[in-house]
């Protein structure tokens, strides 16, 4: 297969597999913390309205999905790429770091969980992945 088609399919199947992990995480989340009672997690509004209410726990299912769908999207997109696995790794955790600083400026969270997420969630998820992935 031609190598520039492989590392395209590569990097898009590392996207959608890492973004299905992502939020099949954010989907359980409550499920195993749940949230304050009253709260509305489902809507920008409601998040807002909740914020105080929440404990660093209810913050473990945001940065789990964060990190483990990076790191799992860097790991499939390097074991189908064949070459430049850390490339491929670092990119997806580049491309996943720009989604976490758009979120980041989008959804309400404490500046420790901020700061925690951007710097720990992406680029070394990426980066491990690209590892794993390499053979």
């Known amino acids: 297969m031609n190598t520039t088609v492989r590392l395209i399919l590569a990097v898009i199947a590392g996207i959608i597999v890492g973004g299905v992990v992502n939020m099949g995480i954010v989907m359980v989340g409550p499920a195993l913390i749940p949230p304050p009672e009253g709260a509305d997690m489902t809507t920008v509004e409601g998040l807002n309205a909740a914020m105080n209410l929440l404990e660093p726990k209810h913050f473990v299912p945001p940065f789990l999905a964060h990190a483990l769908g990076t790191l799992v999207a860097a790991l ?13 790794g670092l990119g997806i955790g580049a491309f996943f770091l720009i989604g976490g600083i758009t979120a980041s400026m989008m959804i309400p969270a404490p500046t420790w969980f901020i700061v925690l997420d951007l710097v720990a969630a992406y ?3 990426g980066w491990l992945g690209g590892k794993f992935g390499t053979r």
């Open 76 to 88: 499939v997109a390097a074991l189908i790429a064949g070459r430049h696995q850390m490339k491929i």
């Open 123 to 125: 680029i070394p998820m």
